[in-house]
Nanobody, 127 residues
């Protein structure tokens, strides 16, 4: 069992930065790849990035490359999403997820590849 709690969201001006955190409880965290998604009203969850269990391998969606960076600290049971050069279209609820065992954490994953989810944190970017 894994419980995930996101934090770090808020209101930021366009061009600003935020770092989201996802704190995990449960011993399986260290063995799982982790992912970040976001969702806006009326739209499906959108994949952003994955990171493998030890943080060595990462994969970012093309549209966030160069602006968003996923990382993790297994000693703190936490995965992060550093977001720079934020745009109003980045406004969304951001959620972290644990990737199912056996699914690669070094590529795109969809929502069905993940079995544990946080409640999400709101990010609002003003113009």
């Amino acid at each position: 069992q894994v419980q995930l709690v996101e934090s770090g969201g808020g209101l930021v001006q366009a061009g600003g930065s935020l770092r989201l955190s996802c704190a995990a409880s449960g011993r399986i965290f260290i063995s799982r790849s982790m992912a970040w998604f976001r969702q806006t009203p009326g739209k499906e969850r959108e994949f952003l990035a994955t990171i493998n269990w030890n943080g060595v391998s990462k994969y970012h969606a093309e549209f966030v490359k160069g602006r968003f960076t996923i990382s993790r600290d297994n000693a703190k049971n936490t995965v992060y999403l550093q977001m720079n050069s934020l745009k109003p279209e980045d406004t969304a609820v951001y959620s972290c997820a644990a990737v199912r065992g056996g699914v690669s954490g070094t590529r795109y994953v969809n929502i069905y590849d993940c079995d544990y989810w946080g409640q999400g944190t709101q990010v609002t970017v003003s113009s």
